[in-house]
């Protein structure tokens, strides 16, 4: 279902509790620099950046924190504790080396599908948007989880990637307070398209 326009509200509670349990994480791990690749302290590092290096990662989470805020509540809080916890889950099966069928292809998808959700306004039941978000979460996660390095600790690796995608989350959040204002609907929309077209450009150098 298409809706009528964007949503300017943003409950300011969920949201202040997500940043601070976010901001929390990221004080916490500032250690998190050194002896890369080793250890609990060194998985951490790794995992954090690893969402962060791969602009598909970063393109298809920004558009989940994007479709949260034009949905409101309680899809705006909702949707970006979804997707980190069923990417965890992805990790964890990558990191075990379980097989998961076409995960390239199904990050560049993601790209596509969610940035199409934000251009187009749509505003589908909140059931539905987080199976949408959960299902993509999945190939994202996996390929985190798959890429582990040797010496790192995967538990901390994959709190790493799991604090990352929340603060990517959060970026999409805070940009989609543009919605206020009509030039600022316009803009997130724009954003929107320019993620889907990524993503096919995405999909079309792995398919």
Known sequence: MIGRGFSASVPASPVARLSAIVI???FLASPATAHEGAGAVG?????????????????????VGLWGAFLGAPAIWVLP??????????????????????????IALSAIVLGLMVAFKVRPPIRVAAVVVGFFAIF???????ELPAAADAV????????????????????????????GQVAIRALGAAIAVAGAAFLAGVA
Not at 161 to 174: E, N
């Open 24 to 26: 929390l994480f990221v």
């Open 140 to 146: 994202h996660g996996h390929a985190h989880g798959t």
């Open 81 to 106: 504790v979804v997707f980190p916890m069923v990417m965890a889950l992805g990790g964890a099966l990558g990191i075990l080396g379980v097989p998961l069928p076409g995960v390239e292809i199904g």
């Open 43 to 63: 998985g951490f590092a790794s995992g954090f950046s690893h969402p962060l290096l791969g602009w598909d990662h970063i393109a298809a989470m920004v558009a």
């Open 156 to 183: 901390a690796y994959a709190g790493g990637f799991v604090v990352a995608t929340g603060l990517l989350h959060l970026s999409g959040i805070t940009l989609g307070v543009l919605t206020k204002w009509r030039a």
